[in-house]
């Protein structure tokens, strides 16, 4: 499937999932300390681009990329987090084949995207790299963000701790 007749760009692939007003509520959901929007739109570039210039199926790659995490928080509150990092893929093709047409190749790239956590060996190269590219952007956005969240919460309690002592 690496050939195609027509070379599509980001914008066109996903436009029609971004602008759905149920994946844009992936906005008020928080993740890597962003929004879970921001994060897949972040992985699904990336994939989009990796895919592209390794000649895969770059169409169907760059899609299941953004609806990698296409689950609400809501559906996991009964979950311990470590139950979440297994189970949220299966929320997110849940979710992916009720508002999108997938087919099986893109559900293999979603459901195996957390691979070897996940109980799932993926299929297709593309899941490969999907994985690959979501455990490279949560890494950054970890470090970025997050890191320097937790900072600031302990230099503010360092500094409530040296109030105390005054």
Not at 88 to 106: C, G, L, M, S, T
Request: aromatic content about 14%.
């Amino acid at each position: 499937m690496g050939f195609h007749k027509h070379a599509y760009d980001f914008d066109t692939i996903v436009n029609d999932i971004v602008n759905h007003p149920k994946f844009y509520e992936l906005k008020h959901e928080l993740h890597h300390g962003i929004s879970r929007y921001e994060h897949s739109l972040r992985v699904a570039k990336m994939t989009y681009s990796v895919t592209k210039k390794l000649n895969l199926d770059y169409e169907r790659a760059t899609r299941a990329a953004l609806l990698h995490d296409f689950y609400f928080d809501s559906e996991l509150k009964n979950y311990t987090t470590g139950e979440t990092f297994k189970i949220h893929p299966k929320f997110a093709v849940i979710n992916a084949r009720e508002y999108f047409d997938i087919d099986e190749k893109q559900a293999d790239m979603i459901r195996t995207h957390m691979f070897p956590i996940c109980d799932r060996i993926p299929k297709y190269k593309e899941s490969y790299l999907l994985g690959l590219c979501d455990k490279l952007v949560a890494a950054h956005e970890m470090y970025r963000y997050k890191a320097s969240l937790v900072m600031g919460i302990w230099v503010i309690f360092l500094f409530n701790m040296m109030a105390i002592q005054k």
